[in-house]
C-alpha cells in the first residue's frame, strides 16, 4: 500500500521559508510525476510543482523563481522548497504522486498524501 506523508508545514512570516518534505513509502512499479499542490482556503487545489521521471521541473508563475521541488530517490522523499513567502502562499501543501502501481496494471494512478498546512503572516 502507497503511503505520503508531508511534513514541514507551519507558520512564518512573509519573507521566511519553509521546506516542506514528503516521504513515500510502499511500492510503485513506475512513477511519472510527482508534485506539489496548493490548496488555498475556499480555492480549488492547484499544482505549483511537479517534476517527471526525466526533464526539468516544472513551476507555477506565482512561485517560479521562489519554490523549488527536488526529489530523492535513495531516500524516497519529494521536497519543497519554499523561499521568500508571500501571504498568498498560505493553504494547505499536498504532496502527490502519478504512476502505475504493478506492472499488470496498465493504468494510472494518482496517489496523495494527507496535506500540510503553511500560514504565512503579514
Known amino acids: 500500500q502507497v503511503q505520503l506523508v508531508e511534513s514541514g508545514g507551519g507558520l512564518v512570516q512573509a519573507g521566511g521559508s519553509l521546506r516542506l518534505s514528503c516521504a513515500v513509502s510502499g511500492s510503485i512499479f513506475r512513477i511519472n510525476a510527482m508534485g506539489w499542490y496548493h490548496q488555498a482556503p475556499g480555492k480549488q487545489r492547484e499544482v505549483v510543482a511537479s517534476i517527471r521521471d526525466s526533464g526539468p521541473a516544472n513551476y507555477a508563475d506565482s512561485v517560479r523563481g521562489r519554490f523549488t521541488i527536488s526529489r530523492d530517490n535513495a531516500k524516497n522523499t519529494l521536497s519543497l522548497e519554499m523561499n521568500s513567502l508571500k501571504p498568498e502562499d498560505t493553504g494547505v501543501y499536498y504532496c502527490?504522486?502519478?504512476?502505475?502501481?504493478?506492472?499488470?496494471?496498465?493504468?494510472?494512478?494518482?496517489?496523495w498524501g494527507q496535506g500540510t498546512q503553511v500560514t504565512v503572516s503579514s
Open positions: 502527490h504522486i502519478r504512476g502505475r502501481p504493478t506492472p499488470g496494471e496498465l493504468s494510472e494512478y494518482n496517489f
